[in-house]
């Protein structure tokens, strides 16, 4: 079973994190100390500068390696700066990605069903997981497209300590609805989703090159919960996620 980090990032960033992870040389160091043996990253210039330049940097930067899988940050189609739904999905599929990601706030658009409905409608119809920020988007609209797309894997990350009381209404809502485990430290919180939901509705993450992949991983390896509970959420649910895609 293959550790799997399912929420990385390389390239320079606008503020300084001193000691932390930039290029993909530093951040497979940091994997090796943590024995995780892959990792789905984006490029920061996807997020800080544009995303078609920094998604194909992204594809330049890793293709020679078969450790770091790629992410792509995704804009809606209407202002003509990425294609039309159906090809940029088709293209992100037949380019091996495994993951989408987008940022509203930060790229300044709407997440509701007007706005990037068709471009939710396209990864759901190829099963491509979609990562969520919830510094992002709020509980509302991760609620909304859970609801208006069930078939579309949808994985909520940067969730804080307290999200307890927000993140289970969600769980028991929407089978489809993951939660990314780097900022969930919640005292005993991996132990009470995997009792009252399951295993499968957890992976594991690390939000480098904020955080670090080694504490992030001790979440999951020193949590109260059998060893192929663990398993699942280090590496076999992204596994599952990334078979589905078609």
């Known amino acids: 079973m293959q550790v799997v980090d399912f929420n990385a990032m390389i390239g320079p960033t606008r503020t300084s994190l001193e000691g ?21 990253v984006c490029h920061s210039l996807a997020l800080q500068h544009d995303p078609s330049e920094g998604n194909r940097i992204l594809m330049d930067e890793i293709s020679r390696s078969e450790r770091l899988l790629p992410s792509w940050v995704l804009l809606p189609h209407q202002a003509g700066e990425m294609p039309d739904p159906e090809e940029l999905v088709q293209e992100l599929v037949d380019s091996g990605v495994v993951q989408a990601r987008i940022f509203p706030k930060t790229h300044s658009f709407s997440p509701s069903e007007w706005s990037i409905g068709a471009l939710l409608t396209s990864l759901e119809d190829h099963r491509v997981p979609l990562l969520l920020d919830v510094t992002e988007v709020d509980y509302d609209t991760v609620e909304a497209i859970c609801s208006s797309h069930p078939r579309l894997p949808v994985v909520v990350t940067k969730v804080g300590y307290r999200a307890d009381r927000i993140l289970y209404p969600l769980l028991e809502r929407h089978p489809n609805l993951l939660v990314e485990t780097s900022t969930y430290q919640t005292h005993r919180g991996v132990e009470s989703i995997c009792r009252r939901f399951g295993a ?8 480098a090159p904020e955080l670090r992949p080694g504490p992030m991983a001790m979440t999951v390896r020193y949590a109260m919960i059998e060893p192929r509970e663990k398993d699942q959420i280090l590496g076999l649910n992204f596994e599952q996620l990334r078979r589905r895609i078609r």
């Open 20 to 40: 932390k992870v930039y290029d993909k040389e530093s951040l497979l160091g940091e994997m090796d100390e943590a024995q995780v043996d892959a990792a789905v």
């Open 200 to 207: 499968s509705r957890l992976i594991f993450g690390s939000g």
